[in-house]
């Protein structure tokens, strides 16, 4: 795959679903994320990149896109939220179920 349809599966991704999560399946911030978006949302789409082929350029065109290396990789509405300590901090001061809206 190259960088340019990696590019294409991850911004169709992004338009496809209000809440998406790029993770890794072995991860605990990924887990952490997941438990705390679970508690505000069901209908979440992950898109695991340790278990998909393209998943490395899938990370390397995100990592373009939003400066962000690690997953999680967290877009709500289409805006890049940042990770799992961003969703952590957003939840800690009352402002995550307002993401959702």
Not at 35 to 51: A, G, P
Not at 66 to 85: A, D
């Amino acid at each position: 795959m190259t960088l340019e349809d990696a590019k294409k599966k991850v911004e169709d991704a992004i338009s496809e679903h209000t809440i998406i999560v790029f993770s890794k399946t072995e991860c605990p911030h990924s887990r952490a994320t997941m438990r705390t978006l679970n508690e505000f949302e069901k209908n979440i789409h992950v898109i695991e990149l340790d278990q998909i082929p393209d998943g490395p350029e899938m990370q390397a065109y995100l990592k373009i896109k939003t400066g962000q290396s690690s997953v999680p990789n967290i877009f709500i509405h289409q805006t890049h939220i940042g990770g799992n300590s961003d969703i952590q901090h957003l939840k800690a001061k009352g402002e995550l179920r307002s993401l959702f809206l």
